[in-house]
């Protein structure tokens, strides 16, 4: 007798037991997720608070390329107020990454600008803000990964289709600078 209900209870307690783990785990990701996504924020607000002191500097230099300094303006600005998916953010920001690669690209034609001190810094500091907005990203990306690995994996996927566990999506952008240039003066 006493078996039959140790049975009873191991085949009803079980199951539920599984339920509330692979719950608990699918909650854990998507929170680590939500704090991955935190911290590639934070780290693309840094990048939008450069930028205006870039193209400040470079238009001391290029006055004259005055399409490129609007179109990054108003692209940060665009990705400022982006709070939409992260898809959506993704792609503001490849089109931000674009814009900055243009107006660097203008850098080029001006050796007084490639010069000048502050510039440089600026150049550092932002390649610097690239380096931990793709570790964030890479980050982020783990964390989506093992949970769209727990989402979509059986028998897991039945525990989170009855619980609305949806799926999340990649943060891919390229760095709009991977180096500042070694400058040689001598």
């Not at 785990?25 to 924020?41: E, F, Q």
């Not at 709070?83 to 050796?111: C, F, M, T, W």
């Not at 490639?114 to 440089?120: E, N, S």
């Amino acid at each position: 007798m006493h078996i039959v209900l140790i049975v009873v209870a191991a085949v009803v307690f079980l199951p539920i037991l599984y339920v509330i783990l692979t719950y608990n785990g699918l909650v854990a990701l998507r929170n680590h997720i939500r704090d991955a996504w935190g911290n590639i924020d934070t780290e693309l607000k840094r990048r939008y608070e450069l930028i205006p002191n870039l193209v400040a500097t470079v238009k001391g230099y290029a006055a004259h390329e005055k399409e490129i300094f609007e179109r990054v303006t108003e692209l940060r600005a665009q990705c400022l107020a982006s709070r939409g998916a992260i898809r959506e953010q993704a792609a503001h920001e490849s089109q931000l990454v674009d814009a900055l690669q243009k107006l660097l690209a203008v850098v080029e034609n001006y050796p007084q600008l490639k010069a000048d001190q502050h510039f440089l810094e600026l150049q550092r500091e932002l390649v610097n803000t690239e380096d931990r907005i793709q570790a964030a990203r890479r980050f982020f990306n783990g964390n989506v990964r093992d949970y769209r690995n727990k989402c979509e994996t059986f028998p897991s996927n039945i525990i989170a289709g009855m619980f609305g566990f949806e799926a999340q999506d990649y943060f891919s952008v390229r760095p709009s600078v991977r180096e500042v240039p070694d400058m040689d003066f001598g």
